[in-house]
């Protein structure tokens, strides 16, 4: 019989993303087996976490000091805006060091659907800071989804009043991919997408 206190770690761990209840058991367990070298260390940095970490308010991303260092570097390049869907797709694109511009946080997706519109994405602080900063160019580093394509959308027609050049991110053949291994939506997009060589 598992005690009530084990039940509830693994209902919260459970709600990790990509965390079923199999897996939220087996990483319980572990953490209660390695309570001195990783699950009290775990808790601090937790708590820590939680008391030192904020949402920028210039971009939506994450940090310890506000703006965060990246809205804060006067090395960024202002005449470039990239927006994306969540704090995980800026990370993953600035992992890259091939963008040395600023970005934007949308929160989400709009989604008629999941009753997700405008005013629940930070979509008008967009245009704000488009229309405050003057950037030439504003991407739209947004997932090739129907929500993620309705959203780029949305967003161009609202920044066509500022005159800022919107673009998106290409789609299609991934470099190493395989045609008879692609999807018929990603290989139709390629087609569409093609250009000169």
């Known amino acids: 019989m598992i005690g009530t206190e084990i039940e509830h770690l693994i209902k919260l761990l459970a709600r990790l993303p990509g965390m079923g209840p199999r897996s939220a058991r087996r990483a319980a367990l572990h953490l209660l087996k390695s309570r001195e070298s990783l699950m009290l260390p775990?808790?601090?940095?937790?708590?820590?976490?939680?008391?030192?970490i904020e949402e920028c308010p210039e971009c939506h991303n994450m940090d310890t000091v506000q703006p965060c260092a990246i809205c804060a570097s006067p090395a960024r390049d202002?005449?470039?805006?990239c927006v994306v869907e969540d704090i995980s797709d800026l990370w993953a694109i600035?992992?890259?060091?091939s963008f040395k511009g600023y970005y934007h946080v949308l929160g989400?997706?709009?989604s008629a659907l999941d009753g997700i519109g405008p005013e629940d994405l930070s979509i008008p602080h967009l245009v704000a800071r488009v229309q405050n900063m003057g950037p030439r160019e504003v991407i739209l580093a947004l997932n090739a989804t129907?929500?993620?394509?309705t959203t780029a959308h949305y967003i161009a027609d609202c920044l066509a009043v500022t005159g800022v050049k919107v673009t998106q991110l290409a789609h299609g053949v991934p470099i190493g991919g395989q045609i008879d291994y692609l999807d018929d939506g990603t290989l139709a997009t390629a087609l569409k997408s093609r250009k000169a060589v």
């Open 42 to 52: 775990l808790a601090q940095m937790m708590t820590r976490a939680a008391d030192v």
């Open 146 to 149: 129907i929500d993620g394509q």
């Open 108 to 110: 989400g997706t709009l």
């Open 94 to 97: 600035e992992k890259t060091g």
């Open 78 to 81: 202002a005449a470039l805006f």
